[in-house]
């Protein structure tokens, strides 16, 4: 994770805490209304109901354990299987992307607060939904929905992501066996600098052919490292030296002139218009993250 938006689903918890209210009220009405004992998974879902419709973190890793130790003790896989399936059919994913229900993952995505990929920062993940047609970003399940069916539909295990980073990177990991940074919950703990070997000052950086530069990427803990892992994000930020070259130049370009007098207005609005770069809004841009880092790395000190 690269792009941290905490309460990214503010606005749409209340909505979507009744739309899964609902599925999960309509079901114990049904088995309710049944003759004979209820299954297993109807008390599971009641013991869970509380930590799935939550936004905390701390409840999901809750649930997902009750939900381990149940298939512990019954060391069965017939049961686990039987469960499962029961489970997500009641919190039913498929469904909630069909267009055509009246609240579905469109009118969901379109609330989101990101506008790019908070996995890798250099895709989109807009969307553009009318009723029954359009398109938006895939949903990564944090948690896996294929292990952990329970929090197929809990808001805050929704992650609006590229398809690179879900599908073809991501796809069935484990998140709950080793701890990844979450973007809702965790601080933006991966950076990036410009460097060639040892050499990282900026104006000796600036003198090395670019051809021997490479973005090196920086963790602050073992979760950072898990995700850059994940995500490949040190390989694939390589590809992005050229952007980061030319933006370092442009900022040392724009110190230069601020030092020797030769703009007269304001630093702050030539500044945005000189590198089209706002630092204060580095999240909503594609590689903002990145060109935040290097303007910190080639700020010259004035």
Request: net charge positive; proline share 3%.
């Amino acid at each position: 994770m690269i792009i941290s938006v905490p309460r990214n689903w503010e606005s749409s918890e209340a909505e979507h805490r009744e739309y899964l209210r609902t599925i999960l009220r309509e079901y114990y009405n049904q088995v309710d209304d049944m003759v004979g004992p209820p299954s297993y998974t109807y008390y599971f879902l009641k013991r869970v109901h509380r930590l799935i419709l939550s936004r905390s973190l701390t409840h999901y890793r809750k649930s997902i354990s009750l939900l381990e130790n149940a298939i512990k003790q019954k060391n069965n896989n017939e049961f686990k299987d039987c469960i499962f399936r029961e489970i997500k059919k009641v919190v039913d994913y498929e469904s909630f992307c069909d267009k055509s229900q009246k609240y579905n993952a469109y009118t969901l995505c379109s609330k989101s607060k990101l506008r790019t990929c908070p996995y890798c920062n250099h895709s989109y993940s807009i969307t553009t939904y009318e009723t029954g047609r359009g398109f938006r970003p895939s949903l990564d399940h944090f948690y896996d929905k294929a292990r952990y069916p329970h929090l197929g539909l809990s808001l805050y295990n929704l992650v609006p992501s590229c398809s690179s980073c879900n599908s073809s990177l991501k796809n069935t990991k484990d998140f709950f066996k080793d701890d990844h940074l979450h973007p809702f919950f965790d601080d933006e703990e991966i950076q990036f600098r410009i460097k060639s070997g040892n050499i990282i000052n900026p104006m000796d950086i600036i003198r090395t052919p670019i051809t021997s530069l490479k973005i090196e990427t920086l963790y602050k803990s073992i979760k950072a490292k898990n995700s850059d892992s994940v995500f490949l994000i040190n390989e694939r930020y390589q590809y992005f030296i050229y952007e980061a070259y030319n933006f370092a130049l442009a900022k040392l370009d724009f110190d230069e002139q601020i030092k020797n007098n030769n703009l007269f207005i304001t630093r702050e609005m030539k500044e945005k218009t000189s590198l089209r770069f706002d630092i204060d809004n580095y999240k909503h841009e594609m590689l903002g993250k990145l060109y935040k880092d290097i303007y910190i790395q080639f700020t010259l000190k004035l």
